[in-house]
T-cell receptor
């Protein structure tokens, strides 16, 4: 399976703290994307990082990519209760042109 | 654009019945994906279309599942006959594939299928 691995599976933090989620993948990629899913809803795109980029920011989100280790991390700074959701990484592999999702990290931010 | 539109939102059917899920992608997108989400298996890619042509259907569980994309604005996923283990949330997503990689995918709200 090309499916990536995410860790941790679940993360519980207090409002104001930072949350870090990790994603590992298996073969060469064009890009890696992060998505958010609120309970009972569809996935929403957060940020895309290309294979030739190492770091990207969007508001309170910071994504890093290490292609030598085939891994990425998503950092949410100054978390809010509204950030409570599941977060998924998705890889656009060189071969096949399709998006493969990891198992996700369930983030709970307590007020 | 109203985004990716899926119908129905909820479907409850009896085992053995045929189920058809529908999807209208975002206008101008050339890639369409069908995913299935369950607690046990997570988000699985079932099939991927590019320019209305099925490119990869290796994720389709078995012959009971079939998908079509007769034109750029419509796709269906059919299960015949349905079984209780098919119960899941089915998502359709569309995206724009360019040279160099896939752009962000836009997801529909999903169809929650329950087979009893």
């Amino acid at each position: 399976s090309q499916q990536g691995e995410e860790d941790p599976q679940a993360l519980s933090i207090q409002e104001g703290e930072n949350a870090t989620m990790n994603c590992s993948y298996k073969t060469s990629i064009n890009n890696l994307q992060w998505y958010r899913q609120n309970s009972g809803r569809g996935l929403v795109h957060l940020i895309l990082i290309r294979s030739n980029e190492r770091e990207k920011h969007s508001g309170r989100l910071r994504v890093t990519l290490d292609t030598s280790k085939k891994s990425s991390s998503l950092l949410i700074t100054a978390s809010r209760a509204a950030d409570t959701a599941s977060y998924f990484c998705a890889t656009d592999y060189n071969q096949g042109g399709k998006l493969i999702f990891g198992q996700g990290t369930e983030l709970s931010v307590k007020p | 654009d109203a985004g990716v539109i899926q119908s129905p939102r909820h479907e409850v059917t009896e085992m053995g019945q045929e189920v058809t899920l529908r999807c209208k992608p975002i206008s101008g997108h050339n890639s369409l994906f069908w995913y299935r989400q369950t607690m046990m298996r997570g988000l699985e890619l079932l099939i991927y279309f590019n320019n209305n042509v099925p490119i990869d259907d290796s994720g389709m569980p078995e012959d009971r599942f079939s998908a079509k994309m007769p034109n750029a604005s419509f796709s269906t996923l059919k299960i015949q006959p349905s079984e209780p283990r098919d119960s899941a949330v089915y998502f359709c997503a569309s995206s724009l594939a360019r040279t160099g990689g896939m752009s962000e995918a836009f997801f529909g709200q999903g169809t929650r299928l329950t087979v009893v």
